[in-house]
């Protein structure tokens, strides 16, 4: 150990900084205005209260009339009767056939290697993933087809 001092600890800070104007304010000059000043001075403010509910005579913007000239052109040709059929969808035939085929072929397979405990163990655990995993992507995953 040396019996020489420590030198004192070095602070350090942020110097002073000085802040020069560079558009200094004028007593000539006004006062800057407020923002209710500012929106008076602005003129119209809209007030979505005051709206009229009813368009212009002859507006052909008028979504009303739109749709009242399309209602028209719908029982003019008979178009506003609606049949509502179900949508047939092909999704349950093609799990049982996914579903039973898979299953097959994982017994198959088991079945063409040597049986022991391991393979049908095995093969058991492919049944169970195979069968839970298409029901999760047919049923859940899937969106309708």
Do not use: C
Not at 79 to 96: A, G, Q, T, Y
């Amino acid at each position: 150990m040396s019996a020489e001092p420590e030198p004192p600890r070095t602070t350090y800070g942020f110097k002073e900084r000085t802040f020069k104007r560079d558009n200094p304010p004028s007593s000539e000059l006004p006062p800057v205005p407020t923002t209710e000043e500012l929106a008076r001075l602005a003129g119209f403010h809209h007030d979505p209260s005051a709206r009229h509910a009813s368009a212009k005579a002859g507006d052909p913007n008028d979504v009303l009339a739109v749709l009242r000239q399309n209602r028209t052109a719908e029982k003019k040709h008979d178009l506003d009767n609606i049949e509502i059929r179900k949508v047939s969808s092909r999704r349950k035939s093609e799990f049982w056939l996914l579903l039973v085929g898979g299953n097959l072929l994982i017994i198959a397979t088991v079945a063409a290697t040597h049986v022991n405990v391991f393979t049908v163990v095995f093969g058991l655990a492919g049944l169970i993933i195979f069968s839970l995993g298409l029901s999760w992507v047919m049923w859940q995953v899937m969106d309708r087809y």
